[in-house]
Every structure is written in C-alpha cells, then in structure tokens.
C-alpha cells in the first residue's frame, strides 16, 4: 500500500514539473517566433525557418519594379545614345559646310583683293594663297563625297588632311540623298569656279601688262614729241632774228645809219643762212627774196635824195613789196603753228588715256586729225625746207616714232577694252557662280541645320519623355513600395500583435481564450500552434483538475493510512521494545528500523506537507479557472 502511494506521488511530481516546464514555454512563444524570423535556432536546436509570407511577394513585385526601372532606364539610355549619336554625325556636316563657306568667303577676298592689285610682283603673292584655297575646297567636298577615312580619299589627301587638323571623322553623305545632290552640283561649280577664277586671273595679269606697256609708250611718245617742238622752237629763234630787218635801223635812224644797217643785216644775214639747216631751195629762195629787198632798198634810200615826190614812191612801193616778199617768206619758215598743233595733240593723246567714253573717241578722233596734218607737212612740206639730214633726224627719228607709239598706244588701248571686256565678263560669270554657290551652300548649310536641330531636338524630347518616364516610374514604384510596405506589415504585424496579446493572456492564466482566423503563413503556423497550446493547455489542466481531485482522494487515504501506519509504527516500537528486551542485536536492529522509520516518517510528513500545499494550490487555480 505504500508502495502504491509512494508511485502515485512521484507520477505526481513529474506532472508538477511538466506543468511549470510548459508555463515557462508558454512564455517564450513569442521570443521563439521572433528567433525564427530572425533566422536564428529555435529551442532544441531545430532551425529557423523561412518566412512564406507576402513579403516574398513583395520583394518580388520590388524586384519587377528594380528591372522594369533598370530596363527603362537602359532603354533611355539607348535612344539618348542614338539621339546623340546623329547629333555627333550631324556635327562633323555641320562643321564641314561652316569651313567650306569660311574657304569660299576668303577665296573671294583674296580674288578681289587680286584685282584690285596692279603691281605684277605683289600679284604673284597671291597665287600661292588661293590655290591652296582652292586644294582645301576640294579636299572638303572629296571629303564630303568619299568619306574623311577612306583609303582612296587618304591617298590623295592624307597629308593636307592632317595638316588641316579636323577635329571628327567626316562620313560620306548617302548617295542618292538631296545633300548629295547638293553637294554634287557644288563640286561643279567649283570646278568652274576655279577655271574661270584662273582665267580671270591671266586676264587681268595680261590687262595689267598691257596697260604698263601703253603707258611706257605713252611716256616714251614725250621725247620724240619734245624733240620736234625743240627743233621748232630752236627754227623760230633763229628766224625771229632776222624777222625784221627795220628793228634796230628804227633806233640810228636820227645818228644817219640806216643804210649803213641794212647793209650790215643783209650781209650778216646772207653769212648766216649757210649755217642754218635749210634744204638748197629753201637758201636759193631766200637769198633771191634777200637780194631783191636789197636792190630795193638801195633804190629806195637813193632815191631819196630826189625831189619828185612820184618817183619816190614808186620806189618805196618796189622797196615795201620786196621787204614784204621777204618778211612772209620768213614767217613761213618759223613752224610756229605747227609747235600749236603738237601742243594740242600731246593734250589729246593724254586725255585719250585718262577719259573713258565719247571724251575719249573725240580725244582720239582730235589726235588722229592732228597726225594727219603734221604727216602731210612733214612728210611733203618738211623736206622742202630743210636739210636732208635734218629731215632724216626729225621725221624718221621723231616724227615717224611718235606716230608709231601712238598707233601702238591705240592697239594696247584696244587689247585693253578686249581684256576689260573679258575681265568684267568673266568677273560676271564669277558673280553669277558665286551666287550659285552661296545659294547652294545655305540650302546645304540650311538642311544640316535642320538637321542639327532636329537631332537635338529629338535628344531634347526624348530626355524629357524618359526623364518624365522615369520620374513617374519612380513615383509608381515607391507607391507601390509603399502600399506594399503597409500591406506587408499589416499582414504580418497585425497578426504578431494578435499573437503578443493573446500570449499575455495566457501568460495571465487565461486559457479560455482562442485566436479566430485561417492563415496559411508562419505566422498563421504560429497563431495556430498557440490556439492549439492554449487548447492543450486547458485539457491538460482539465486532466491535472481530475487527477487533483484523485490525489485529494488518495490523500484522504494516504491520511488515514498514515494515521494507521502511526499507529502500527507505536504498536511495533512496542513490540520491537518488548523483543529488544529479549536480545541486545534484536534491539539494535530495531534501534535501527526505528531510527529509519522516524527518518520515513519525518520525509511523509514533510512530502504531505508539500502535497497539502500544492494541492490547495491547484484548488486555487481550478477555483480560478472555473471562475
């Protein structure tokens, strides 16, 4: 019978410990669930377990946002990449046509600064500047036609190319494109732009070296002119001398020497007229007029010394004809007039090379006229006159060079208007193909700007768009981030609330309560493992009422068999003293049992004590719980 009391208490023990061993667990559900969630081991070592919540969702739904944001931005990426690759292809057009009008411009200067040069020296400075002008020209367009890295383009241009230090590569416009077209009919016009600028460059060097030679003649037409009015005047001194036979006999007229002084003027007269170059004729005439005005004269001054008045005037009258026969043929040969026509034509011709339209054609009628008369004076009237020699040296050594000049000046003057003519008209053509090309290259230059500008302008709307995409991109993801963040930790803090609550309820001792609500997560595990703790808790304690009531029953008996076992526990120290009495070992051995049994005695009594006091407890509880 103690033996069975003593099993039932120690079932009864390990019960107690089970009880407070699953309190204690209780208390640490919630620490549990969080060392799970945080990945860390759970009681006994069993490992964490990984969260099959929403939030797996979540991360993915983040994670399609991440590659949908990471694919538009690629995607942006890309057409700004492309936007701004035709602006790099447009720069190096845009560039290229810019210099090519820079070229164009400067050719231009540098023709009409040629043109209006007139030293042949300083003109040769200039052929060196617009043919390389003219090389850099077309090296752009073959640039533009074949591409700046073609090999055939290297070939003929690769030195110059890198000379000229073009900061991109120039690829060569598509055939069949209207900036091909373009640029084709530029580079014919360039071809006749640079033979007529060539053209017009000979021209106008020939037109300058026509024009220095016809002024060189010019000049040199002076010597010749001032050589014939040298000798003219030089004619007219010596003959101004002896114009007037009466000029000094007039002053000794009162001293009675006016014979005396005719006669002095007709000899020196007569000395010199063999000294002056006049031709044989010219000296016979004059010495007949002279000897006549000398017989005249003597008759004259004879007589008079005679009284009869009409004899006296007879002879004056022989001796005013003679002295007048003298004095005309005197004045013809003086060529006084002639000195005027020269005077007159050196004017004309002057005005003929300064004038330019009608002046000029009557300044050149007025020349021509006057060559005309002095021809026929000297070439039929002048060898009459003088000397053969003095003939040779003044009409083939003057006159006829100084008609020569002038007749070479006049054709040089006509070279002049043919080269004028091809000048202006070539200079025209310039004009016209100039115009051409200015016209093309702002189409050209219009078009690449367009060009240009449409790039940019497609780069410009295209980060706009995608910056607008992006931002609203990024607006939609952090408001689903958002919305997703609460939707998460509602799902899940929501629960762990409701799970923290009712672990302080059963922390209180309430195990009445139970969680409602059918979650298939961990947390849903976890609600539902401490819905079903709670559960087992109460049928545990349900079980642990019954089996208190049980103990109390068996404590009663235990009582009652205590009281028995006491007093059977006197009856045998009585016994065991009356047989001690008998034998000494006999006593001993009961000295021994007694001690062991006061010792059993003294641990049931201390092990009810405890019963007592654990079983009052537990009718506390059960009082409690059904409360």
């Known amino acids: 019978m103690l033996q069975h009391y003593y099993i039932y208490f120690l079932i009864f023990l390990k019960r107690s410990t089970f009880l407070r061993e699953t309190a204690l667990q209780n208390s640490l559900f919630f620490t549990l669930f969080l060392e799970r969630i945080e990945g860390k081991n759970a009681i006994g070592g069993v490992k964490a377990m990984r969260i099959k919540t929403k939030?797996?969702?979540?991360?993915?739904v983040l994670a399609v946002l991440a590659g949908m944001i990471g694919v538009l931005a690629l995607f942006s990426l890309r057409s700004i990449h492309s936007?701004?690759?035709?602006?790099?292809?447009?720069?190096?057009?845009?560039?290229?046509?810019?210099?090519?009008?820079?070229?164009?411009?400067?050719?231009?200067?540098?023709?009409?600064?040629?043109?209006?040069?007139?030293?042949?020296?300083?003109?040769?400075?200039?052929?060196?500047?617009?043919e390389s002008l003219d090389g850099r020209l077309e090296m752009y367009l073959e640039a533009l036609h074949l591409g700046s890295n073609s090999s055939e383009f290297l070939?003929?241009?690769?030195?110059?190319?890198?000379?000229?230090?073009?900061?991109?590569?120039?690829?060569?416009?598509?055939?069949?494109?209207?900036?091909?077209?373009?640029?084709?009919?530029?580079?014919?016009?360039?071809?006749?732009?640079?033979?007529?600028?060539?053209?017009?460059?000979?021209?106008?060097?020939?037109?300058?070296?026509?024009?220095?030679?016809?002024?060189?003649?010019?000049?040199?037409?002076?010597?010749?002119?001032?050589?014939?009015?040298?000798?003219?005047?030089?004619?007219?001194?010596?003959?101004?001398?002896?114009?007037d036979p009466f000029n000094e006999i007039y002053f000794w007229q009162e001293q009675g020497r006016i014979r005396a002084?005719?006669?002095?003027?007709?000899?020196?007269?007569?000395?010199?007229?063999?000294?002056?170059?006049?031709?044989?004729?010219?000296?016979?005439?004059?010495?007949?007029?002279?000897?006549?005005?000398?017989?005249?004269?003597?008759?004259?001054?004879?007589?008079?010394?005679?009284?009869?008045?009409?004899?006296?005037?007879?002879?004056?009258?022989?001796?005013?004809?003679?002295?007048?026969?003298?004095?005309?043929?005197?004045?013809?040969?003086?060529?006084d007039k002639w000195v005027e026509n020269i005077h007159v034509l050196n004017q004309d011709r002057k005005n003929y090379l300064l004038l330019s339209g009608n002046a000029r054609e009557k300044a050149r009628e007025s020349v021509d006229k006057n060559f005309e008369i002095l021809a026929r004076f000297f070439e039929e009237d002048f060898p009459k006159i003088y000397d053969p020699g003095v003939t040779q040296t003044i009409v083939k050594g003057s006159f006829e060079p100084f008609k020569t000049l002038w007749q070479e000046v006049v054709e040089l003057d006509?070279?002049?208007?043919?080269?004028?003519?091809?000048?202006?008209?070539?200079?025209?053509?310039?004009?016209?193909?100039?115009?051409?090309?200015?016209?093309?290259?702002?189409?050209?230059?219009?078009?690449?700007?367009?060009?240009?500008?449409?790039?940019?302008?497609?780069?410009?709307?295209?980060?706009?768009?995608?910056?607008?995409?992006?931002?609203?991109?990024?607006?939609?993801?952090?408001?689903?981030?958002?919305?997703?963040?609460?939707?998460?930790?509602?799902?899940?803090?929501?629960?762990?609330?409701?799970?923290?609550?009712?672990?302080?309820v059963l922390e209180s001792g309430d195990l009445t309560q139970s969680l409602k609500g059918a979650r298939k997560d961990e947390i849903g595990e976890l609600l539902e493992s401490l819905s079903r703790a709670s559960s087992s808790l109460r049928h545990f304690l349900a079980e642990v009422a019954s089996s208190a009531q049980e103990i109390l029953k068996a404590m009663e008996n235990l009582k009652n068999g205590s009281r028995e076992i006491a007093h059977t526990g006197n009856q045998v120290t009585e016994t065991i003293a009356q047989v001690a009495r008998g034998s000494e070992e006999q006593n001993q051995s009961l000295t021994r049992a007694s001690r062991k049994m006061e010792e059993l005695l003294g641990?049931?009594?201390?092990?009810?004590?405890?019963?007592?006091?654990?079983?009052?407890?537990?009718?506390?509880?059960?009082?409690?719980?059904?409360?």
């Not at 939030?55 to 993915?60: D, E, F, P, Q, V």
């Open 155 to 243: 070939s003929r241009y690769g030195e110059c190319w890198n000379a000229e230090g073009f900061p991109s590569t120039i690829s060569p416009i598509p055939e069949g494109s209207e900036l091909a077209t373009k640029f084709q009919e530029l580079r014919n016009l360039q071809a006749t732009y640079t033979t007529k600028s060539t053209t017009i460059r000979k021209a106008w060097r020939e037109w300058i070296v026509a024009r220095n030679t016809q002024n060189e003649k010019a000049v040199r037409m002076d010597e010749p002119a001032n050589t014939i009015i040298g000798f003219v005047q030089n004619v007219g001194a010596i003959i101004a001398k002896y114009d």
């Open 55 to 60: 939030i797996s969702l979540g991360l993915l």
């Open 261 to 335: 002084n005719l006669t002095s003027y007709f000899e020196r007269f007569q000395k010199d007229l063999g000294q002056i170059q006049f031709s044989e004729k010219t000296r016979k005439s004059l010495s007949e007029r002279l000897k006549a005005l000398e017989e005249k004269s003597n008759i004259f001054f004879n007589a008079l010394h005679v009284t009869e008045n009409t004899q006296l005037d007879r002879d004056f009258m022989e001796f005013y004809r003679a002295y007048r026969s003298f004095q005309g043929t005197l004045d013809n040969l003086r060529l």
């Open 83 to 130: 936007s701004f690759q035709e602006v790099e292809n447009s720069f190096p057009l845009l560039l290229a046509t810019s210099r090519l009008k820079d070229i164009l411009s400067n050719y231009d200067n540098l023709l009409l600064s040629y043109l209006w040069e007139e030293d042949l020296e300083k003109l040769k400075t200039y052929d060196a500047p617009l």
């Open 414 to 504: 006509q070279n002049l208007q043919l080269l004028d003519e091809e000048v202006n008209g070539t200079l025209t053509e310039l004009q016209a193909i100039e115009g051409n090309i200015a016209s093309i290259m702002n189409d050209v230059n219009q078009k690449v700007l367009e060009h240009f500008s449409q790039s940019m302008f497609t780069v410009t709307r295209t980060q706009k768009a995608l910056q607008q995409t992006l931002y609203l991109t990024v607006l939609l993801a952090v408001i689903v981030a958002v919305l997703l963040g609460l939707f998460l930790s509602r799902s899940i803090i929501n629960p762990l609330r409701q799970g923290v609550a009712f672990a302080r």
């Open 603 to 627: 641990e049931v009594q201390a092990v009810s004590e405890k019963i007592i006091l654990e079983v009052e407890k537990t009718s506390l509880a059960l009082e409690e719980v059904e409360h």
